[in-house]
C-alpha cells in the first residue's frame, strides 16, 4: 500500500495524472525494482523519491552499471526534502529530523541501510556527484511541456521523460496486520518519525512491520531489499505462534 506522493511535505501532481501520460513521456512507480541494461541505456533521467533502503538499492544498480560502461553516466537524481545540512552529514539529526542514515540499535527498519558499507558507498558517490538534491518541495508534472517540474529553495527546473521511483514508504494497513496474525489486539498506532508499529500490550516493534511487509509483498521485490527484513522473520512468527497459543489456551486475555 503505498503512500500518496502528494504528501504533506512535497506537492505533486502524479498521483492523479499518471494514467493519463503516455510511458514515452513519464513513468511513475511507486516499487523498488530491478532495472534492465536496456532501460539504463535509453538516457532517460530516473528519478528517485525519497532518501530509504528501497533508494540504496537502486543507487547500487546504478553505479554498477555505470561501473561496467566507462564513459556512460546515468542521467539520475534523488529528492528528499530534507535539509541541505541533514544530507552532507547523514550521520546526525538536524532541525527535528531523524538522521538520513538508520541506526540499527533503535531497531526500526526505514532509513537509508548507510550501517552497510556497500550502501553507504553509494550514497557518497551520489552526493560527492551532486545527485542528491535537498529541500525538494514539488515535484509535478507539466501537461503542456510534458517536463517533469522539480521545485526547491533555489527555484525550479524541468526534465523530460523521466522514470520516477516514489520510494517514500507504505501505509501500514491495520486489517492486513491482523489478518496475518502480526497483530492480535490492543490499541494500534504508527509511529510517524519510522513507520514503527506500536500496540497496547508490546510496545513499538519494527519485528511486526518485518512479518507484515514480508507477507503482504511476496510478489514485490521490494521486501526482500529492506536489510534484515527477512532475518526478523522467523523470531516473529514464534513469537506469534507462542502469543496464539497462549490466547486460545486462555492463558491471556491480549497477546
Excluded at 20 to 43: F, N, S, W, Y
Excluded at 89 to 116: A, C, I
Excluded at 139 to 164: F, P, Q
Amino acid at each position: 500500500h503505498p503512500r500518496r506522493i502528494d504528501g504533506s511535505r512535497i506537492r505533486s501532481n502524479l498521483d492523479t495524472i499518471v494514467s493519463e501520460v503516455l510511458p514515452e513521456k513519464l513513468i511513475v512507480e511507486r516499487h523498488q525494482r530491478r532495472l534492465t541494461d536496456e532501460e539504463l541505456a535509453l538516457g532517460r533521467p530516473i528519478v528517485l523519491l525519497g532518501l530509504g533502503n528501497s533508494t540504496a538499492a537502486m543507487l547500487h544498480q546504478i553505479h554498477r552499471y555505470e561501473d561496467a560502461h566507462p564513459g556512460k553516466a546515468i542521467d539520475y537524481l534523488v529528492l528528499t526534502d530534507l535539509p541541505k545540512a541533514a544530507v552532507e552529514d547523514p550521520t546526525r539529526e538536524v532541525n527535528g529530523h531523524k538522521s538520513v542514515f538508520r541506526k540499527p540499535k533503535q531497531k526500526y527498519l526505514t532509513g537509508y541501510s548507510g550501517d552497510l558499507e556497500r550502501d553507504r558507498e553509494s550514497y557518497y558517490r551520489a552526493l560527492d556527484d551532486k545527485r542528491i538534491v535537498p529541500g525538494v518541495c514539488a515535484v509535478n508534472y507539466d501537461r503542456v511541456t510534458g517536463s517533469l517540474v522539480i521545485e526547491d529553495a533555489e527555484g525550479e527546473w524541468e526534465t523530460e521523460k523521466a522514470l520516477v521511483f516514489a520510494l517514500i514508504g507504505y501505509e501500514r494497513d491495520q486489517k492486513l496486520l491482523r489478518s496475518i496474525g502480526a497483530l492480535v489486539g490492543g490499541e494500534v498506532s504508527i509511529r510517524p518519525c519510522d513507520g514503527a508499529v506500536s500496540t497496547e500490550t508490546d510496545g513499538y516493534s519494527s519485528s511486526v512491520y518485518a512479518l507484515g511487509s514480508f507477507a503482504a509483498t511476496r510478489e514485490n521485490p521490494n521486501a526482500g531489499v529492506i536489510p534484515g527484513i527477512q532475518g526478523q522473520v522467523p523470531g516473529t512468527f514464534l513469537t506469534h505462534l507462542i502469543r496464539t497459543c497462549a490466547r486460545d489456551r486462555g492463558w491471556t486475555k491480549a497477546a
